[in-house]
């Protein structure tokens, strides 16, 4: 019994090594296909349950289109992420917004009407609102944009391409023509297959990864196939739209800007009493200002001053403020027909005052604000760019105040105006708890360059504010605690008041200004002046940030010699 027992055992051994010798060969087979041997198993990509599934650059989007052919509309949400990213649907007005460099189109739901640069037009489709979200027909997006479009008739997929794109097309091209090209999933060869393609399959190749091409096939599909199964073809630029450049781009491109802002209170000066401003090419008299809600522009221009200044080789850029309004602002910007109500106002006081210019100076804005300050000066732009307008506007240094600095959107606002003024002055302001100097030639140049790197503003655009002014402080002390207040005085009484007092400022290394500090009574008196130093340096700044120019702010505070100082912006 026991040897029978023993001779069991032992051939239950002999079988379960022949079992586990199977076992691992059919494993080494496995490992042998499913590692060095391509998969042969096939999927079918998500977007196939689709109905108009749109690609970008081979990347499925997120909603699809509607419509086909010349009836195709596009989301507007695909535009803004793909294309610009300024195209809106205003839900006040239930209006698609179009701003480029050249026209403002407007078209409003369900409609075929529509307003090019404010002149009625009509649409082939009309764009429509499906849950929730804006669709744009077609052919719009291509006079526009220069977009085009590739459909397919068995897949329904879109394939979406923009201007200025550059595509690298190719075939297939299998080692035997009877043969075809695996298209998988990724760029292992053990990924699933998407589709086999034959010999000469068309293909849109949108980029390389480590030997193996991401292409899209006509029909949507897209995948990776090795680089040696592919043979390229052409490479297809799709063509930008021409662009018209501006009196800016023409005019200007060789010179620097020399501005003088002209403050206008209750009445227009005299030009009789200004006398000559060498070296000043410009000047900006605030003329103009939003006054309710409704969009309404008060005028105090006068033909005089314009002709004056024209005689003299001066153009004249009619400043418009918000009259520094918060609440008046957001609504006078809240919808297009008010926003387009104040432009139509200011092109046409453009033309009867013979203005050169709109100078833009918004000021205490709420931050919730900014996306309509940036489509109001979008909108202007393309019409008074038309007429031969320049359009500027003034910005405050960078800062964390909400009503003058959070609401201005400087690099989009960089990308469409001709200019803008870095009013780099008010380093301390009026009511400043502590006593300091207006425009610290360190913190001035700090100001510019946080703009130029920051927000990529072009150094060409940039014009550097000068103030003509500064603060005469005092500093008391009551009851042990310290008191400060301010004056603002121009040049000229800066340098009267130096003579009574018989002091003279010597330089501050920390501001790059002439300093000066008297008594009066029990008062310290301190002022960092603005001068021909201070001023010969803000100068010497906009040279070496290779800015577009100088603004000074304001012409009445000036003295003769102020103007040969800054001519030298010219040099």
Do not use: C
């Amino acid at each position: 019994m026991a040897r029978r027992r023993y001779r069991g055992k032992k051939r239950r051994t002999r079988g379960s090594s022949f079992f586990l010798g199977l076992l691992l060969i059919a494993a080494g087979v496995w490992w042998v296909v499913t590692t060095l041997f391509p998969n042969q198993t096939y999927t079918v990509p998500d977007w196939r349950g689709m109905d108009k599934p749109i690609f970008v650059q081979g990347e499925l989007q997120e909603q699809p289109a509607q419509g086909s052919g010349e009836e195709l509309l596009l989301p507007i949400t695909i535009i803004q992420e793909s294309v610009d990213a300024n195209i809106r649907y205003e839900q006040e007005t239930k209006s698609v917004l179009v701003t480029t460099s050249e026209s403002v189109f407007r078209m409003k739901m369900d409609s075929t009407k529509g307003e090019l640069n404010g002149k009625a037009v009509t649409i082939a489709y009309a764009p429509k609102l499906i849950d929730g979200i804006a669709y744009v027909p077609i052919k719009p997006l291509k006079q526009h944009y220069g977009v085009t479009v590739h459909e397919d008739t068995t897949t329904g997929a879109i394939i979406l391409m923009r201007a200025g794109d550059s595509i690298q097309l190719a075939e297939a091209a299998p080692g035997n023509p009877e043969e075809t090209v695996a298209l998988r999933e990724s760029g292992e060869k053990k990924s699933p297959i998407v589709l086999d393609m034959p010999a000469g399959e068309r293909l849109r190749v949108w980029r390389e990864e480590e030997g193996r091409l991401f292409v899209q096939a006509d029909n949507g599909y897209t995948g990776y196939v090795p680089k040696e199964q592919v043979k390229l073809g052409d490479v297809k630029e799709i063509p930008t739209l021409a662009q018209t450049p501006s009196r800016a781009e023409l005019e200007w491109k060789d010179k620097s800007v020399n501005l003088a802002w002209e403050a206008v209170y209750n009445k227009n000066p005299s030009t009789d009493s200004i006398g000559e401003l060498p070296g000043v090419n410009v000047v900006s008299p605030t003329w103009f200002s939003i006054v309710d809600g409704e969009g309404t522009v008060k005028s105090k221009a006068v033909k005089q001053y314009v002709s004056w200044a024209h005689n003299r080789n001066m153009e004249v850029w009619g400043l418009m403020d918000n009259s520094f309004d918060p609440d008046m602002t957001t609504e006078a910007l809240s919808t297009f027909d008010r926003r387009w109500h104040i432009i139509k106002q200011m092109l046409a006081y453009a033309k009867q005052y013979k203005l050169d210019g709109i100078n833009i100076d918004f000021e205490n804005v709420h931050t919730k604000d900014k996306d309509h300050v940036v489509q109001f000066v979008r909108e202007m732009k393309p019409l008074a760019k038309a007429r031969g307008l320049i359009v500027s506007i003034d910005v405050t240094p960078k800062s964390n105040s909400e009503m003058w600095s959070l609401f201005l959107d400087r690099k989009r606002l960089g990308e469409t105006i001709d200019y803008m003024m870095v009013m780099a002055y008010d380093e301390h302001w009026a009511t400043s708890p502590k006593a300091g100097s207006v425009s610290s030639l360190p913190w001035a140049e700090q100001s510019v360059r946080r703009i130029m790197e920051e927000d990529a503003v072009p150094s060409s655009k940039l014009v550097l504010g000068v103030p003509l002014y500064t603060r005469v402080w005092t500093e008391t002390s009551e009851a042990g605690e310290a008191k400060v207040s301010s004056k603002a005085i121009g040049m000229e009484k800066l340098q009267t008041l130096l003579k009574e007092k018989k002091v003279k400022g010597s330089l501050d290394a920390s501001t790059g200004q002439n300093y000066v500090q008297f008594t009066e009574g029990e008062s310290i008196m301190k002022i960092w002046m603005e001068d021909d130093t201070s001023l010969q340096s803000r100068v010497n700044m906009a040279k070496k940030l290779k800015l577009g120019g100088i603004a000074s702010w304001n012409r009445s505070f000036a003295i003769p010699e102020t103007w040969h100082v800054l001519k030298t912006i010219h040099d």
